[in-house]
């Protein structure tokens, strides 16, 4: 007796003094990709139907080994810019403003400096390299960029990204990392990253 109709009903069992949604689960049971998973618990909340998922509401691992391309976004430049923009899908996107840190403007404005946000929004990072994904600590950019003293100390280093919504594993290292402090306004940085194995690309440069 929640209100919604047997047929459509995902959630049969609901206590009548619930208030649910029009599928007739309680909010906090929605399940908005239909995987099983619990929105408040899935990692992945954009999984396609159909595919098999982890307790996390993932899919398989995806892991992009294919030609490494290089990204540059030069000091000063329009950041809102595609062209100093590096899309790796349409839900991540990396720029960075002319100071501060890496930002995924497919999901946020601008660098969160709060000191426990997960920055670039849904991602996680690891030194390393990917054929060792199971044994490696991943964290957000910022705390993996300052883990051996300021954000220029990670440049030149293996890394691994966990593109988490869409639970994409890519290579990347960082070639170069202007200050970008208060006031010191620059923002450049590069790097060189892994793509997709399996995307159209005659002339194999990735």
Known sequence: SDGVANDYDQCPDTPSYITVSVNGCEIENLDSDN??????S?????????????EDGCSSPILWTGPKVIFVKKDMVDW????NQDKLTDNYIFTRQNNRG????AQETQYNSSSHAEVPLNTRWAYGDIEYID???????RDLMRSNGEMQDGVG??????????????????LSWRSGRE???????????STPNDILDDDYDG
């Open 35 to 40: 995987d099983g998973v619990y929105n408040e």
């Open 42 to 54: 899935d990692l992945c909340p954009q999984t396609t139907s159909g595919e098999e998922v982890d």
């Open 80 to 83: 809102t810019k595609p062209e």
């Open 102 to 105: 890496l930002f995924n403007i």
């Open 135 to 141: 044994q490696l600590n991943f964290m957000t950019w």
């Open 157 to 174: 280093k293996n890394m691994v990204v966990h593109l988490v919504q869409e639970n994409i594993y890519l290579e990347i290292k960082f």
């Open 183 to 193: 006031g010191d306004m620059d923002g450049g940085f590069s790097y060189i990253r």
